[in-house]
């Protein structure tokens, strides 16, 4: 079932639920998914790939909002926003724990040889592909940055 389906499914249940945080949530999804399709050079269909990037980049505004919320003293603002990304985040594949990140990290640099900060892109690129929506890049950029410079 494609991601879009899957939307669809939990989007009718949330309307029979009348759960209004989830419609939402769900409703932004589906509106990205369909700018996506209709992107200038896109195809019918969106690769795992694409979906796994728009779904990230949901739960990642979302989080962003909560976080400008909390600092302005807004915990009634934050929470609906925090809610929603947790909604977004049930399509993402399971995230992985800071140690085996570690362990695709260390592995990555002794494939490609890199010594020290010059290859943190090479470094970063081969590892947030291979770990695409199991990590956020800025854990992945911190446990480079902490392999490179030791």
């Not at 999804?29 to 992107?39: D, G, M, P």
């Not at 694409?50 to 009634?76: F, M, P």
């Not at 603002?77 to 570690?102: G, N, T, Y």
Request: charged fraction near 30%; glycine fraction near 6%.
């Amino acid at each position: 079932m494609s991601l879009q389906q899957e939307v669809m499914v939990a989007l009718k249940n949330a309307m029979k639920a009348k759960d209004q945080i989830a419609l939402t949530a769900l409703r932004a999804v589906k509106s990205a998914i369909l700018l996506a399709k209709t992107e200038s050079g896109a195809g019918d269909e969106l690769t795992e790939e694409q979906e796994l990037k728009l779904l990230q980049k949901q739960v990642k505004q979302r989080k962003d909002s909560a976080t400008v919320y909390i600092e302005q003293g807004r915990e009634d603002l934050a929470a609906p926003e925090l809610a929603e990304a947790e909604i977004i985040s049930q399509f993402l594949p399971e995230a992985l724990s800071e140690d085996e990140i570690e362990k695709v990290v260390v592995a990555t640099i002794d494939q490609i040889g890199a010594d020290g900060m010059k290859d943190m892109g090479k470094v970063m690129g081969m590892v947030s592909k291979e770990l695409a929506g199991q990590a956020d890049g800025k854990t992945i950029s911190t446990i480079v940055k902490a392999k490179l410079s030791s």
